[in-house]
């Protein structure tokens, strides 16, 4: 079945560092994919989508890019802040079924 | 536009007990999805109500129900409570059910704590 796997957190950043967090999915026909952030005691934001391969997402400085040769949708950012800190959840949505996918979620923590 | 909602934020129950949940979706949405998320098993989803039907279920057992109202509302009921149902359950809606970049609206969740 379809299915998420992103790195295992937590990752600690100094501020201002740059940031990767890795994305690899499984899934037939042509997801939709997504990172999601969730702030502590808040629900899920999303952060960014790409709909089809070698789309890029991108917000607040964030950018990820659906690569479906490798199966992959890298979080990235070239500097990160202490208000990034986080737990963010790479996604896919299959219409073949209709269903979102989670990965586990990494916690990023920024250090000032 | 308000967003998601859901009630109670917080709620403390003790096994065998049941409870019940509810989601307002954002004006407009027709697509209610609930999930279950727990340190272990991250998010897991529950089902998906889209115009008062359940479309999709995921794998959790008969205790977990849900239902839709014509105003798109939902509640989720679970029933004889395990301490194993201690999570925060999460509610999210979208505007419809399927088609590619569907996106999901989430609420901030309601904090179950089975003793």
């Known amino acids: 079945g379809d299915s998420v796997t992103q790195m295992e957190g937590p990752v600690t950043l100094s501020e201002e560092a740059f940031l990767t967090i890795n994305c690899t999915y499984t899934a037939t026909g042509y997801p939709s994919l997504f990172w999601y952030v969730q702030y502590p005691g808040e629900g899920l934001q999303l952060l960014l989508k790409?709909?089809?391969?070698?789309d890029k997402g991108s917000n607040k400085g964030f950018e990820a890019t659906y690569r479906k040769e490798t199966t992959s949708f890298h979080l990235e950012k070239g500097s990160v802040q202490v208000s990034d800190s986080a737990v963010y959840f790479c996604?896919?949505?299959?219409?073949?079924?209709?269903?979102?996918?989670f990965g586990s979620g990494t916690k990023l923590n920024v250090k000032p | 536009k308000a967003g998601v909602t859901q009630t109670p934020r917080y709620l403390i129950k003790t096994r065998g007990q049941q409870v019940t949940l509810s989601c307002s979706p954002i004006s407009g949405h027709r697509s209610v999805s609930w999930y279950q998320q727990t340190p272990g098993q991250g998010l897991q989803f529950l089902f998906e109500y889209f115009s008062e039907t359940q479309r999709n279920k995921g794998n959790f057992p008969g205790r977990f129900s849900g239902r839709q109202f014509s105003n798109s509302r939902s509640e989720m009921n679970v029933s004889t409570l395990e301490l194993g149902d201690s999570a925060l359950y999460l509610c999210a809606s979208s505007m419809t059910s399927g088609g590619a970049g569907n996106e999901q609206f989430f609420g901030p969740g309601t904090r179950l704590t089975v003793l």
């Open positions: 790409a709909t089809k391969a070698d």
């Open positions: 996604a896919l949505y299959n219409s073949n079924f209709n269903k979102f996918y």
